[in-house]
């Protein structure tokens, strides 16, 4: 079955602290993941995806096969990162988007 | 810019009562998908349309049910409304597996 875990519902970190928002997936063949953010009363946007293998706003992520993982990491926190993250996955041959539970950033100042 | 729209962005309903909720995107994507986000329970995925008229349940499709007619529209359809169906709803469309949302219609059934 296709499933993301993210394990934290909420991470505190001050502002220049490094920050990891942890991802574990689950399926059969060889998905797509995607991180999407969603800042104080603004829409679901994506941040970033692995295929791109970019940096969106000092943010990185790496797809793990071994460990079945794609964490999202950033080296120093920004107040304005503060926002709800959600992992993604979508399969090869087929568009269906299936979301984690999500993990509130707060970036204290 | 890719734009979703959603009919509503607050509703308030009765039990009982038949729900539409309409979402319409301008960009001829063909994957459109009706989520509810929770807290906690983050996005669930209600529906899943992937072309015009075809549509595949996600992992909440109890309740619910979907029409797709024309290609840019997605309606979502709470057909005897319950109070657990109060949440949030968001609508988006999709092309090569990256999403655009819509701003979501908060719904309350009282």
């Known amino acids: 079955a296709q499933r993301v875990t993210q394990p934290e519902k909420l991470l505190s970190v001050f502002k220049g602290a490094p920050v990891e928002l942890k991802c574990n997936y689950s399926?059969?063949?060889?998905?797509?993941l995607f991180w999407y953010v969603q800042y104080s009363r603004q829409r679901l946007q994506l941040l970033l995806r692995?295929?791109s293998r970019e940096s969106i706003k000092g943010f990185t992520a790496d797809l793990n096969k071994g460990e079945t993982s794609f964490h999202l990491k950033k080296p120093f926190a920004q107040e304005e990162d503060s926002a709800m993250y959600y992992c993604?996955?979508?399969?090869?041959?087929?568009?269906?988007?299936?979301f984690g539970t999500g993990t509130r950033l707060q970036v204290f100042p | 810019d890719v734009k979703v729209t959603q009919s509503s962005r607050y509703l308030v309903k009765r039990t009982g009562e038949k729900v539409f909720l309409e979402c319409v995107q301008d960009?001829?994507?063909?994957?459109m998908f009706w989520y509810r986000q929770d807290p906690g329970l983050g996005l669930r995925l209600i529906y899943f349309?992937?072309?015009?008229?075809?549509?595949e349940k996600g992992d909440i499709p109890e309740g619910y049910s979907v029409s797709r007619e024309k290609k840019e529209r997605f309606s979502l359809i709470l057909e005897s409304a319950s109070t657990n169906q109060t949440s949030m709803y968001l609508c988006?469309?999709?092309?090569?597996?990256?999403?655009?949302f819509g701003p979501g219609t908060r719904l309350t059934v009282l």
């Open positions: 399926y059969s063949g060889s998905p797509e």
């Open positions: 993604a996955l979508s399969g090869l041959n087929t568009d269906k988007l299936i």
């Open positions: 692995h295929i």
């Open positions: 988006a469309s999709s092309i090569s597996g990256r999403g655009f």
């Open positions: 349309s992937y072309d015009v008229k075809m549509k």
């Open positions: 960009m001829d994507h063909e994957n």
